[in-house]
């Protein structure tokens, strides 16, 4: 079983950054693919990007392509996701999620593990 607690979420501007992490607690978070996933108010939650358990392979949804990257330090089981170029239909709260594989899935259903989730909000 993981833990999984998210921080760096905040209020930007639109065209900031933040940088979001997602600490895994237990030893064997290298055997866990990771997603990330946002809910903006109103609208279901939706998969934004994910990475392989070793790290090697990586994806991402449309809208969010070429501006935020996932990556992950098996070292300190944790899971970031870098955003750049934020804009407003960025803002939700976003969350972290772990699928003992190697490979990720793009729906929620594919994860076991969620965390609380961490607000992000863009403001125009």
């Known amino acids: 079983q993981v833990q999984l607690v998210e921080s760096g979420g905040g209020l930007v501007q639109a065209g900031g950054s933040l940088r979001l992490s997602c600490a895994a607690s237990?030893?064997?978070?290298?055997?866990?693919?990771m997603g990330w996933f946002r809910q903006a108010p109103g609208k279901e939650r939706e998969f934004v990007a994910a990475l392989s358990s070793s790290g090697g392979r990586t994806d991402y949804s449309d809208s969010v392509k070429g501006r935020f990257t996932i990556s992950r330090d098996n070292a300190k089981n944790t899971v970031y996701l870098q955003m750049n170029s934020l804009n407003a239909e960025d803002t939700g709260v976003y969350y972290c999620?772990?699928?003992?594989?190697?490979?990720?899935?793009?729906?929620?259903?594919?994860?076991?593990?969620w965390g609380q989730g961490t607000q992000v909000t863009v403001s125009s």
């Open positions: 999620a772990a699928k003992e594989s190697y490979t990720w899935a793009i729906y929620r259903s594919g994860y076991a593990y």
């Open positions: 237990g030893r064997t978070f290298s055997r866990y693919a």
